[in-house]
């Protein structure tokens, strides 16, 4: 059993953890931490999901991070990739001696007299109970529950012979060579799936209610590999990272809400383009919504779209019924037969983990607080939450939340200070929820979000750039940040 103090705990050794671990090593190197990680080995996400195919939805050189160049020539990477390379970051910068396995924390609890966190770890499992304090605490542990996905109850399920999966629950052993099978869902995880067991199956086919949006993209960026032949792997990924988060987010998104009309007939023509001249289009692949209302889907060398032309793959747009002995019947009557039916239906999305927050003695409703530059929660003391981007890479905005809370942290140090609170006041008026984002797991979760206000630094802007300049380069106080 441990029973000790540290300056900084961090929890959940996935991608944001990671890079809070380096950033703390790197910048607060006087500091003692901590990487609790409730699972049995790292990467989050990439060690968690083994579906067929899995792989990153954002480009590599963006999704990696900014001190460790992606050196890989494909535009996305699978999954056994992308863990191979934070297990390579973890051990190059020996991290892992800082990790602790196992460690689930059910709860942390602030104490104003004592001036630190106090951590309830692994009370509701069989491993050793920890009783840990910190100064600081860093939720690193992403936005959705590991335990389980999102699945609907679908009338009849007991019905189905066959099998029903959930891609976050997927079996090792799954047999689906020469099989029916049907794919409910048409998001980033239904088109990874299709194209990757297409050519094992009898046929596949993806049941969406309505479509969704899709951008085609390069298998590899000709631009890197042209800047990685004549100069080095650092400079090729410097020039591309920056390439790839100034289309994406300076043009791109912005293009989409300032002429959504524009960019929805761009997109749909690109898909047109794509499939056989025959193909309704409209009925498929036109959303009713803008572009960026819902995350946009990456499909690298438009491998979805050649599973459809070659009759492998197909796209149904309808509503289940029920579910049948041998498959689903639709509301328009048509039936699809299925031998396994791949419930890709979402995420149980969380904020800071869904864990229970004690401050001075009081439970801390999360949704009644704002968000100070989208890390820390209006009236809590010296904790930070990474959250990353929708409309890009996660890790562009893990990566700055782990730098500005290594400043914060310094400066707390070097003023004298023993901790540091955000706080509104009546010049900070409520503009709403804190993610203005229309997909079905994030409108399912509205109710645990923090709001936001309507002026800075209590906005959630969703741009890296002017995020950039804040927190890498802006001022650490303010009239906001109360410091004690």
Same mark, same amino acid.
């Given at each position: 059993?441990?029973?000790?103090?540290?300056?900084?705990?961090?929890?959940?050794?996935?991608?944001?953890?990671?890079?809070?671990?380096?950033?703390?090593?790197?910048?607060?190197?006087?500091?003692?931490?901590?990487?609790?990680?409730?699972?049995?080995?790292?990467?989050?996400?990439?060690?968690?999901?083994?579906? =067929?195919?899995?792989?990153?939805?954002?480009?590599?050189?963006?999704?990696?991070?900014?001190?460790? =160049?992606?050196?890989?020539?494909?535009?996305?990477?699978?999954?056994?990739?992308?863990?191979?390379?934070?297990?390579?970051?973890?051990?190059?910068?020996?991290?892992?001696?800082?990790?602790?396995?196992?460690?689930?924390?059910?709860?942390?609890?602030?104490?104003?007299?004592?001036?630190?966190?106090?951590?309830?770890?692994?009370?509701?499992?069989?491993?050793?109970?920890?009783?840990?304090?910190?100064?600081?605490?860093?939720?690193?542990?992403?936005?959705?529950?590991?335990?389980?996905?999102?699945?609907?109850?679908?009338?009849?399920?007991?019905?189905?012979?066959?099998?029903?999966?959930?891609?976050?629950?997927?079996?090792?052993?799954?047999?689906?060579?020469?099989?029916?099978?049907?794919?409910?869902?048409?998001?980033?995880?239904?088109?990874?799936?299709?194209?990757?067991?297409?050519?094992?199956?009898?046929?596949?086919?993806?049941?969406?209610?309505?479509?969704?949006?899709?951008?085609?993209?390069?298998?590899?960026?000709?631009?890197?590999?042209?800047?990685?032949?004549?100069?080095?792997?650092?400079?090729?990924?410097?020039?591309?990272?920056?390439?790839?988060?100034?289309?994406?987010?300076?043009?791109?998104?912005?293009?989409?809400?300032?002429?959504?009309?524009?960019?929805?007939?761009?997109?749909?023509?690109?898909?047109?383009?794509?499939?056989?001249?025959?193909?309704?289009?409209?009925?498929?692949?036109? =959303?009713?919504?803008? =572009?960026?209302?819902?995350?946009?889907?990456?499909?690298?060398?438009?491998?979805?779209?050649?599973?459809?032309?070659?009759?492998?793959?197909?796209?149904?747009?309808?509503?289940?019924?029920?579910?049948?002995?041998?498959?689903?019947?639709?509301?328009?009557?048509?039936?699809?037969?299925?031998?396994?039916?791949?419930?890709?239906?979402?995420?149980?999305?969380?904020?800071?983990?869904?864990?229970?927050?004690?401050?001075?003695?009081?439970?801390?409703?999360?949704?009644?607080?704002?968000?100070?530059?989208?890390?820390?929660?209006?009236?809590?003391?010296?904790?930070?939450?990474?959250?990353?981007?929708?409309?890009?890479?996660?890790?562009?905005?893990?990566?700055?939340?782990?730098?500005?809370?290594?400043?914060?942290?310094?400066?707390?140090?070097?003023?004298?200070?023993?901790?540091?609170?955000?706080?509104?006041?009546?010049?900070?008026?409520?503009?709403?929820?804190?993610?203005?984002?229309?997909?079905?797991?994030?409108?399912?979760?509205?109710?645990?979000?923090?709001?936001?206000?309507?002026?800075?630094?209590?906005?959630?802007?969703?741009?890296?750039?002017?995020?950039?300049?804040?927190?890498?380069?802006?001022?650490?106080?303010?009239?906001?940040?109360?410091?004690?």
């Amino acid at each position: 059993m441990e029973n000790n103090h540290t300056d900084v705990i961090i929890i959940g050794a996935g991608i944001s953890g990671i890079a809070a671990a380096y950033n703390l090593k790197k910048s607060c190197p006087n500091k003692s931490f901590l990487l609790l990680e409730g699972r049995s080995s790292i990467g989050g996400t990439w060690d968690l999901f083994q579906y =067929p195919g899995i792989r990153s939805d954002s480009d590599m050189c963006t999704m990696g991070y900014r001190f460790k =160049p992606w050196v890989g020539r494909k535009v996305v990477a699978d999954g056994p990739s992308i863990l191979q390379y934070l297990k390579d970051i973890v051990t190059e910068n020996s991290i892992d001696q800082y990790i602790r396995f196992n460690r689930m924390v059910d709860s942390v609890s602030w104490s104003k007299e004592n001036k630190q966190w106090s951590l309830s770890i692994n009370t509701n499992n069989d491993y050793p109970t920890d009783n840990l304090t910190c100064d600081f605490i860093l939720f690193c542990g992403g936005y959705y529950n590991y335990d389980q996905g999102y699945k609907p109850a679908f009338p009849g399920e007991e019905d189905f012979k066959g099998e029903i999966i959930h891609p976050q629950q997927w079996p090792s052993n799954l047999d689906y060579k020469n099989k029916k099978v049907v794919v409910i869902g048409s998001g980033a995880t239904a088109v990874t799936i299709i194209p990757s067991m297409a050519d094992d199956t009898d046929h596949i086919t993806m049941l969406q209610r309505s479509p969704t949006y899709y951008i085609i993209g390069p298998e590899e960026d000709p631009l890197g590999n042209f800047f990685r032949k004549y100069t080095t792997d650092r400079l090729a990924y410097i020039i591309v990272r920056w390439k790839n988060i100034l289309f994406s987010q300076w043009f791109f998104f912005n293009q989409a809400r300032a002429r959504p009309k524009k960019v929805k007939a761009w997109l749909i023509s690109e898909i047109k383009n794509k499939l056989k001249p025959d193909y309704d289009i409209d009925k498929h692949f036109t =959303p009713q919504y803008n =572009p960026w209302d819902q995350r946009i889907c990456l499909v690298p060398g438009g491998d979805f779209f050649n599973a459809i032309n070659e009759d492998k793959a197909s796209v149904v747009t309808d509503h289940i019924e029920r579910f049948t002995e041998n498959g689903i019947t639709l509301k328009s009557g048509e039936k699809l037969d299925a031998d396994i039916i791949i419930t890709a239906t979402g995420l149980n999305m969380e904020v800071a983990g869904d864990m229970k927050i004690i401050v001075d003695g009081n439970d801390l409703d999360i949704s009644s607080k704002m968000f100070y530059k989208s890390m820390m929660i209006a009236d809590v003391p010296n904790m930070v939450v990474t959250f990353g981007y929708t409309n890009a890479s996660w890790t562009l905005k893990a990566d700055l939340t782990a730098e500005y809370t290594c400043r914060l942290i310094n400066y707390i140090d070097t003023k004298g200070f023993d901790y540091c609170m955000a706080i509104t006041d009546e010049s900070v008026e409520e503009k709403g929820v804190w993610l203005d984002f229309t997909s079905g797991y994030v409108e399912r979760a509205k109710h645990k979000f923090p709001k936001q206000g309507a002026r800075a630094p209590w906005t959630n802007t969703q741009q890296y750039l002017s995020d950039l300049l804040a927190l890498r380069y802006g001022k650490i106080k303010d009239k906001d940040l109360k410091f004690f």
